[in-house]
């Protein structure tokens, strides 16, 4: 049996074989982190196990690793998260004094799931990786309709009166119709601006098909996230897609610090403040400041916690003190989420 570590990077993973003796058994990999990132790494290694089992154990940085980790799993092979304290305490047992790379935090990874065999493994919920393939479809079409919006508005000189949201809707599409309808163009132009406004109301539609296909997935399955004020079903859906299973955060702290809406301490002149956390993932952080914004407008509460906040600290900093009591109650609404699907799943197994 071999162990791969992999510590896991933004645009690139670093990959490491340790035998069952704890000896390394190959050079390290470092692969990009791409569409052929899995088909490498299968192919390395097949020409290293040798038909032997494996075990990938991920460094927990769970937004980098998330896809790769899905991909090995339905490959059919086992993977464990291996937590970054445990992994820092076997690059202090093993590595040389003062060493730190990316070799050597994968070797770390590999020892500390040898020595830990009660690791959390990975599963895949089916639930939230269909809304996880929605919700990043959704984005990536978002962001070609937005581009071909903004262009429509430069070659027709709309950018004065109007936002890319109004040609998301059918009276501004008409207007634009319109438009160019009472326009002189030439042949081509006025061919370039009719394929692309044609192109918006096909996005457009695309986008309203994929979130009623979110509305009703998700409705099931949040219903307590969704009574937060600032919550629509897409942000739901990003929530449940990005976090998963709740419970891998142990309290709202921790999945503040993951967001980056927990504050960081700085003392100067034995003075106490607080800066803005600028990490973190940031498509959480978005739904975030969205619901934030939402709740400023439509919530008493939240108001009021703004008025009490904002002569010391400012609006910003008002602001992100709502986002950070914003963390408290979605980790409280998605952990009474959670429990109901477990309490579900218990449910169907009794009847069968």
């Known amino acids: 049996m071999v162990t791969?570590?992999?510590?896991?990077?933004?645009?690139?993973?670093?990959?490491?074989?340790?035998?069952?003796?704890?000896?390394?058994?190959?050079?390290?990999?470092?692969v990009k982190n791409d569409a052929a990132l899995i088909g490498v790494l299968l192919k390395w290694i097949r020409s290293i196990a040798d038909g032997t089992p494996v075990t990938w154990a991920i460094e927990d940085g769970r937004g980098f690793a998330r896809r790769l980790a899905d991909s090995l799993l339905l490959a059919g092979h086992k993977v464990v998260w291996v937590p970054t304290r445990l992994m820092a305490a076997h690059r202090k047992l093993h590595a040389a004094t003062g060493s730190k790379s990316d070799p050597v935090d994968a070797v770390a990874v590999a020892h500390a799931a040898i020595a830990t065999p009660g690791l959390d493994r990975h599963r895949i919920d089916e639930r939230v990786r269909e809304l996880r393939v929605l919700v990043d479809l959704r984005a990536d079409l978002v962001r070609r309709r937005t581009m071909v919006i903004n262009q429509v508005k430069a070659y027709t000189h709309l950018w004065l009166d109007h936002t890319p949201g109004d040609l998301t809707r059918q009276p501004g599409m008409t207007s634009l119709t319109t438009l160019l309808d009472t326009t002189e163009t030439s042949a081509h132009v006025r061919r370039v601006l009719v394929e692309m406004v044609t192109e918006i109301a096909e996005l457009n539609e695309r986008v309203r098909g994929l979130e009623a296909t979110i509305r009703e997935l998700v409705s099931p399955l949040a219903p307590a996230l969704?009574?937060?004020?600032?919550?629509?079903?897409?942000?739901a859906a990003v929530l449940l897609a990005e976090i998963g299973d709740i419970t891998r955060f142990t309290?709202?702290?921790?999945?503040?610090?993951?967001?980056?809406?927990?504050?960081?301490?700085?003392?100067?002149?034995?003075?106490?403040?607080?800066?803005?956390?600028?990490?973190?993932?940031?498509?959480?952080?978005?739904?975030?400041?969205?619901?934030a914004i939402v709740q400023k407008r439509f919530h008493p509460g939240a108001r009021a916690l703004l008025a009490r906040h904002e002569p010391p600290k400012g609006a910003r900093g008002a602001r992100r003190i709502l986002q950070r009591h914003l963390i408290d109650v979605i980790h409280r609404a998605m952990t009474r989420?959670?429990?109901?699907?477990?309490?579900h799943v218990t449910r169907h197994q009794l009847a069968a």
Do not use: M
């Open 4 to 30: 791969v570590g992999i510590d896991p990077h933004k645009h690139v993973h670093v990959a490491v074989v340790i035998g069952a003796d704890g000896r390394r058994v190959s050079r390290p990999l470092t």
């Open 226 to 235: 969704l009574e937060i004020t600032g919550i629509s079903h897409v942000s």
């Open 251 to 291: 309290s709202s702290a921790k999945l503040a610090r993951y967001t980056g809406c927990a504050p960081i301490p700085v003392y100067s002149s034995d003075k106490e403040r607080h800066r803005l956390h600028r990490g973190g993932n940031r498509r959480l952080n978005s739904v975030l400041y969205t619901a």
């Open 337 to 343: 989420d959670r429990a109901s699907w477990q309490h």
